[in-house]
């Protein structure tokens, strides 16, 4: 039998199980269908594959056999588990009985997280109908009026469950908050909000995921987090905006370990530019030639310059050189491109342009 995605993970049945004896001091093994254990505290499970296997095909609910008792575990119709437990008792049926509970309520609870996650999931994804959307979160107890933003944390490791643990043990408080992943590198967290709480409690919210990832998981991780929406058929809007913030942050915020959508300034628009149209951009300010042709000394002044809003006394006192020289250089530069960056419409045009030369870099990478 193929076991269903939201099946309880073999620690947790053995830390169940390990509980119980610590309490009762009865040994007890949790196998599945086919007889094979996956959980345990008796040494010699496996010998008892064959009356597992018997035991499964009988009608019977619960059975004594060569000094245990047998127990069916049930998820809805589908035989999941059967628990063995040492003693031929009614104490120890007892026991065997608790323990089935037990296991029963984990899987009610699993299944519950399931079918969550599984509709969170296909929610950020627009795999659902607008009907479908508030019917199902009327089923799973989701509230659909609430104030929520999405956070898409990128992990440089692919499949990090270390990473995606970490993050739902964080938030695992309120239960509509969200953890999930929807593929192989980034952990998406859908956060509930409170009425007095916006972008700069976003900011901290991404800060102490960073810390706690960068500290408990060694991780170094990216976030980007998208605006924040009031109906939850906008939740998918929010993660599209923190996925374009992760990408423009990669783009033009290297610097940067947390972007925000509502931060992302021209370079949200141009990356949404088409290509052919930087190509002719470029084409058009450069004569053909690219600013990367420019040596580093050159790309140094010019970024240094910007940094400092064009103020060129400033711009020659961080770069420990004369006023002169800074004028020199940038006389030069106006000599091979006609554009004085001293000049605001030029300086605009210079630093657009060289943000279009960083995104067409980008966009050779991805096809490659």
Known sequence: MIRSDYMISNQILQNTIEGLKGITRIDICVMDTEGKPLASTISDAEEYEEAVLTFVDSPADSQVLQGYQFFKVFDENQLEYVILVKGDSDDVYMIGKIASFQIQNLLVAYKERYDKDNFIKNLLLDNLLLVDIYNRAKKLHIETDVRRVVFLIETKTEKDSNALETVRGLFTGNTQDFVTAVDEKDIILVKELKENEGYEDMDKTAKMILDLLNT????????????????????????????????????????????????????????????PLCKMFIKEIFDGKSPDDFDEETLTTINKFFENSLNVSETSRQLYIHRNTLVYRLDKLQKSTNLDLRVFEDAITFKIALMVVKYMKYMETIEY
């Open 216 to 275: 408990e998981a060694m991780e170094k991780v990216q976030i980007a987090y998208g605006t924040i929406v009031s109906e939850i058929k906008d939740v998918s809007r929010s993660y599209k905006e923190a996925k374009m913030a992760l990408d423009v942050g990669n783009i033009f915020y290297e610097e940067r370990d947390i972007v925000a959508y509502g931060n992302l300034g021209i370079g949200r628009l141009i990356y949404q530019l088409p290509m």
